[in-house]
């Protein structure tokens, strides 16, 4: 399963996301470092069902179908606090980012509001400056990730200059873990126009800038703009825009009562709608329906959703590009050899094709592959043919059918 690792300053709404995302019961407060080991647990991805489309009555198997929403799981991380200096054993230090080595992308978590100091203690709103809650999980992330280098960088050294190994492929072994492989090691290298072959040439300084541009290739983030529930939070999120990353409003606690209303049945509420519908107005005190109208007010009217569906959405739809295709048995009946209809969809990087699929499902399918089939148009695909969004494909091998 993809995973996406959330990360930030304390107090930001790490946690009352990962809860409104996962339902999980944890603990939440406003102070710094509630949060002291990491959670996981499991979110889904929202897309438009093909079954609608093709007027097709579907059985999910490893995601759901909800009135023709397909929910995709994710898993997701959420992290302790990190502060300046983590590196260094500040604050609850920065063993746990070992947790969110296999994350596909971080989700950094900001106080959009400026409501909490660099260290999450409470402020006045709009003291805080969310820019620099960016950079400091950039930093010290990048700190983290240089000294995991140059705790083995003399051995490497050697390797590489009494020519027994090559820089990237020793760099390989030791960071593939992090999902960092030589393609992106050798394209850091040559970016930052570094000496491949001279590693003891290398300053402190040349290692710091090539963690960040490792980081920057294997871990792209997307800035969860939190707490715009509270007045002002616009202008950080345009300075957040105007820094250049990638930013999506939203209100985590907005989101966390919507879910756990919506988990009671007193609302119909889907994570990502616009609105909410009140099921029974008798059912509920008059405090929870001003909290809901608040929440109507101050986020769904304002910003049009509470923000945390589209966070995950846009870290795996637009950040890291994926798109949703269906592999299936029979291309007739577009079902899996227990004749469930659609059963799985799969997430694949855009660009891939029907043998990246196969691979993706099970490494022996991809070696048996023999070609695909568009189940939609009933053709055979070509060798190099890009899978396009909700594809339908099924996928022929040798002895066996995918
Ligand atoms: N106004 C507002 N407050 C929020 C929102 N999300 C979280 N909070 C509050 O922010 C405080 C911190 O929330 P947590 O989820 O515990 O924050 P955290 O980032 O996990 O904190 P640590 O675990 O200490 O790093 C709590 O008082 C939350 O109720 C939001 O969307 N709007
Ligand atoms: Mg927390």
Known sequence: MELAGIVGKPNVGKSTMFS???????????????????????????????????????????????NGVRLIPIEVIDCP????????????????????????????VVDAAGATD??????????????????????????????????????????????????????????????????IIRDAISELDLNPSRPTKWTREDLHRFAGELRRRSKPIIVAANKIDIPGAEK????????????????????????LAAEKGLIRYLPGDSDFEIVDDSKLTSAQKHALEMIRENVLRKWGSTGVQEVV???????LNYIPVYPVEDPEKLTDHDGNVLPDV???????????LAYKIHSELGKTFLYAVDARRKIRLGEDYKLKWGDIISIIATGKRG
């Open 81 to 108: 606090g990190i502060i300046r200096g983590a590196h260094e054993g500040k604050g609850l230090g920065l063993q746990f980012l070992d947790e969110i080595r296999q994350a596909s992308a971080l989700v950094v």
């Open 118 to 183: 660099p260290d999450g203690n409470p402020v006045k709103p709009g003291v805080g400056d969310p820019v620099e809650d960016v950079k400091l999980v950039e930093e010290e992330f990048d700190y983290w990730l240089e000294n995991l280098l140059a705790s083995d960088w003399n051995r490497i050294s050697r390797i590489v200059e009494n020519k027994v190994g090559e820089l990237g492929d020793e760099l390989e072994k030791k960071l593939s873990g992090l999902g960092i492989n030589g393609a």
């Open 346 to 356: 799969y997430l694949v990087p855009k660009g891939s094709t029907p043998r990246d």
């Open 313 to 319: 959405n846009k870290a795996y739809f637009e950040l």
């Open 20 to 66: 409104a995302m996962t339902l999980a019961p944890i603990e939440i407060a406003n102070y710094p470092f509630t949060t002291i080991k990491p959670n996981r647990g499991v979110t889904y991805l929202r897309i438009n069902c093909v079954c609608r489309e093709l007027g097709v009555k579907d059985n999910p198997r490893n995601s759901k179908c909800v």
């Open 236 to 259: 950080g999120v345009e300075r957040l825009r105007k820094a250049g990353y990638l930013t999506i409003p939203v209100s985590a606690e907005a989101e966390r009562i919507l879910r």
